[in-house]
């Protein structure tokens, strides 16, 4: 990875987070890897649960892994052909009674890079409470995390381990991230050979940002106080995590937001001043990025074209941006992949600029890299 036009991010106070950017590539490698390894067990467990028509398939977690699932939900929903929803841990915690009103035979997914998050076996154990025909895929960078512990073992649960270069150390998910992702839609959607095609597919896209990331750093450059990523349908859950990534990684210096392309229109584009920059996701799907393209002219005329970076899988790319190659026919949760790494380097790039530490941007405590403080409440039986 060429990190030079990032100044110290290769530094003490960034040397993590840089390197698990830089390792994604070989890290999605591993993880087509570990699913061979772990092919039996995924189709005995998964198999007969996607066999039943009325299973309802539940994608959470909390905060960058609850992204996750917004970002596979619209791409499990079309492969699967059946119900997908994503809901934040945090959500069903607060309020089980309606995130489970239905008793409906239930799989829930959750996504944790740690698992130690109160909420995380909560939410779990919430599900077991509400709904007596729940079976739990536990997808985790820590098999160590109480969340792996808790389901280890149990008829009703599955613990799909991560490879450990995944479980980042610093305080921002990046790895840990991408790869949960990967791995939860090649064991759901994609037939076991047909896996690693894809990792080196998507390996090599992020490859070609990682080798020329001068695009992102003139950006940084320009010092933005207010960015905001647009996408849409899978690319969604990419801006929001895109957007947390340069609020965490600034200490919520720059000001970061994130739409669709159609829903920005409707009051969240009132974001935009004379010191915005504007970071579209462009859709793999043709019908999808004709409104993505759309509000790449609209904000090319509203703000300027050179504070709009437009990031495409479909050709090259008129003004700033970056345009991947070989993701031709890809799904956009696919295509996400490399594309989020322009939000990670973003992020990376604005807190070296503003002085901070990347690898522990709150050095107080006042945001911690495990969430602390939350006192979960017993759900009346």
């Known amino acids: 990875m060429n990190l030079d036009a990032f100044g110290s991010a290769t530094g003490t106070?960034?040397?993590a987070t840089a390197r698990e950017i830089a390792q994604q590539p070989e890290v999605w490698a591993d993880v087509c890897r570990t699913l061979g390894k772990d092919e039996a067990a995924l189709r005995a467990f998964l198999d007969p649960l996607l066999a039943r028509p009325d299973l309802r398939i539940v994608l959470t977690g909390a905060g960058s892994s609850a992204f996750i699932g917004e970002a596979l939900q619209p791409a499990l929903t079309r492969a699967l052909r059946r119900r997908v929803d994503a809901v934040a841990t945090t959500d069903?915690?607060?309020g089980p009674d309606s995130v489970f009103a239905e008793r409906v035979p239930t799989l829930?997914?959750?996504?944790a890079r740690s698992g130690e998050s109160p909420e995380s076996t909560a939410a779990t154990a919430l599900a077991d409470q509400l709904v007596p025909d729940t079976r739990h895929l536990v997808v985790t960078?820590?098999?160590?995390?109480?969340?792996?512990?808790?389901?280890?073992g149990r008829d009703d649960s599955l613990v799909l381990a991560m490879p450990e270069a995944a479980n980042d150390r610093g305080f921002a998910m990046t790895s840990s991230f991408t790869s949960m992702m990967l791995a939860t839609w090649l064991a759901l959607?994609?037939?076991?050979?047909?896996?690693?095609?894809?990792?080196?597919?998507?390996?090599?896209?992020?490859?070609?940002?990682?080798?020329?990331?001068?695009?992102?750093?003139?950006?940084?450059a320009r010092s933005y106080q207010r960015v905001v990523y647009l996408g849409s349908g899978?690319?969604?859950?990419?801006?929001?995590?895109?957007?947390?990534?340069?609020?965490?990684?600034?200490?919520?210096?720059?000001?970061?937001?994130?739409?669709?392309?159609?829903?920005?229109?409707?009051?969240?584009?009132?974001?935009?001043d004379d010191q915005s920059l504007a970071v579209v996701y462009l859709s793999n799907d043709p019908y999808t990025r004709g409104y993505d393209e759309d509000i790449v002219t609209e904000l090319r005329?509203?703000?300027?074209?050179?504070?709009?970076?437009?990031v495409s899988a479909a050709g090259p790319v008129a003004g700033p941006g970056f345009a991947f190659t070989g993701l031709d026919g890809l799904d956009d949760c696919?295509?996400?992949?490399?594309?989020?790494?322009?939000?990670?380097?973003?992020?990376?790039?604005?807190?070296?600029?503003?002085?901070?530490?990347?690898?522990?941007?709150?050095?107080?405590?006042?945001?911690?890299?495990?969430?602390?403080?939350?006192?979960?409440?017993?759900?009346?039986a």
């Open 13 to 15: 106070s960034g040397s």
């Open 92 to 94: 069903i915690v607060a």
């Open 108 to 111: 829930l997914i959750s996504f």
């Open 141 to 152: 960078c820590d098999t160590d995390g109480a969340l792996s512990l808790q389901h280890r």
């Open 189 to 220: 959607a994609v037939p076991g050979p047909e896996r690693e095609t894809y990792g080196a597919r998507i390996g090599a896209a992020a490859a070609q940002l990682l080798a020329d990331p001068g695009g992102v750093a003139d950006l940084v």
């Open 234 to 272: 899978a690319l969604r859950g990419i801006a929001r995590e895109s957007s947390l990534k340069m609020l965490e990684l600034t200490a919520g210096q720059v000001a970061a937001s994130y739409e669709t392309a159609l829903g920005f229109r409707h009051g969240p584009k009132a974001f935009l």
């Open 301 to 310: 005329a509203t703000v300027g074209a050179e504070h709009v970076f437009v």
């Open 334 to 380: 696919l295509v996400a992949l490399p594309f989020v790494i322009v939000g990670q380097l973003l992020g990376l790039g604005s807190s070296v600029a503003l002085g901070l530490t990347p690898d522990n941007p709150f050095p107080d405590g006042q945001v911690n890299r495990v969430v602390q403080g939350v006192t979960v409440h017993p759900f009346p």
